[in-house]
């Protein structure tokens, strides 16, 4: 395909057409008139041989191959600003940049706050989009890394990417306050023998304890699936289930919720959080900065990489 024949405008119309699906919000978005943008459909249409929106009742769907195109073209869209608003050098205070990072609950309640606190201090006109990720968005990381900058999770889901340690934590069992294993200590049988709730519970999704734990040959009663951390307390409280949670999250919920953190009785190994990128922008400018004011949060707000680690170290586990 000849790209100097195709007109690039078609993108920036392709994109707001299957985000919007119709014409009306799509033609406002972009501040075109009606006329204008049906033409763009018309030849989008011709390009693909395909109807991309058809009409059902009152309202428009995508037709299967849209469907496809949707997140091609919000990728391909976000490459191309990525290209054309590129500077050898960045001034974070001049800068109206959106960073977006992929990220679970868990960290916003660590780091959250002070990423923010740090990007409105130093670059007050740029915009922070903490998405939520899914064992979706983890399977196609490398794709979904074209448009956003970061995502931030454990080590062992991916791989390569450009990636940096962050911080650790340590994994704890949690129980209701009530509930009489709090007070006499967990055993392996309790693991295998009390109801669970399950974060991220699935063929390729998983803690990394949880996943310790059934490489060690002990499988949970899996009575509830979350897809986050901060529905488990209530989860927990006032029942016989159990969970694990991150000790860091668990110090950060009120005293009062209900919930008792207990060691684990298996040996779950250390959390590492890491932040993960496309090596594509390993030397992007805006990228390097804001690398260093993730690493810089997590300084702050959970100690760093590792306490009493010095740089030349802890640049070791940069990728």
Request: aromatic share 6%.
């Amino acid at each position: 395909m000849n790209l100097a024949s195709l007109d690039l405008n078609l993108l920036v119309s392709l994109d707001a057409l299957l985000q919007q699906r119709s014409v009306t919000r799509a033609a406002a978005q972009m501040g075109l008139s009606q006329p204008a943008l049906s033409a763009s459909l018309a030849r989008l249409r011709r390009h693909f041989d395909d109807e991309l929106l058809t009409r059902v009742g009152n309202e428009y769907r995508l037709t299967p191959l849209a469907v496809q195109l949707r997140e091609l073209a919000r990728i391909a869209l976000s490459g191309v600003e990525r290209v054309f608003s590129a500077q050898p050098e960045f001034d974070p205070a001049s800068s109206t940049r959106e960073f977006t990072l992929l990220v679970s609950d868990y960290v916003v309640a660590v780091l959250g706050d002070t990423v923010a606190r740090l990007l409105a201090e130093e670059a007050p006109h740029t915009r922070l989009r903490l998405s939520t990720h899914s064992p979706a968005v983890v399977d196609r990381a490398e794709q979904a890394l074209l448009s956003a900058d970061l995502i931030l999770l454990p080590p062992g889901f991916l791989t390569d990417l450009s990636r940096r340690d962050l911080y650790r934590d340590q994994w704890v069992c949690v129980v209701a306050a009530d509930n009489p294993v709090a007070d006499v200590g967990l055993t392996v049988q309790d693991l295998e023998t009390l109801p669970w709730v399950a974060t991220y519970h699935g063929p390729t999704a998983s803690t990394p304890a949880a996943r310790q734990m059934r490489m060690l040959g002990i499988e949970p009663q899996v009575q509830v699936v979350v897809e986050n951390f901060l529905t488990v307390p209530a989860l927990i409280a006032g029942t016989d289930r159990i969970a694990l949670l991150q000790r860091r999250l668990v110090d950060l919920l009120p005293l009062d919720i209900g919930i008792r953190a207990l060691p684990c009785p298996f040996d779950a190994g250390p959390l590492i959080e890491s932040m993960w990128w496309h090596p594509v922008f390993d030397d992007d400018p805006e990228h390097v900065y804001l690398r260093d004011l993730v690493v810089r949060a997590a300084d702050l707000a959970a100690g760093g990489w590792s306490t009493g680690i010095d740089q030349a170290d802890a640049g070791q586990h940069e990728k």
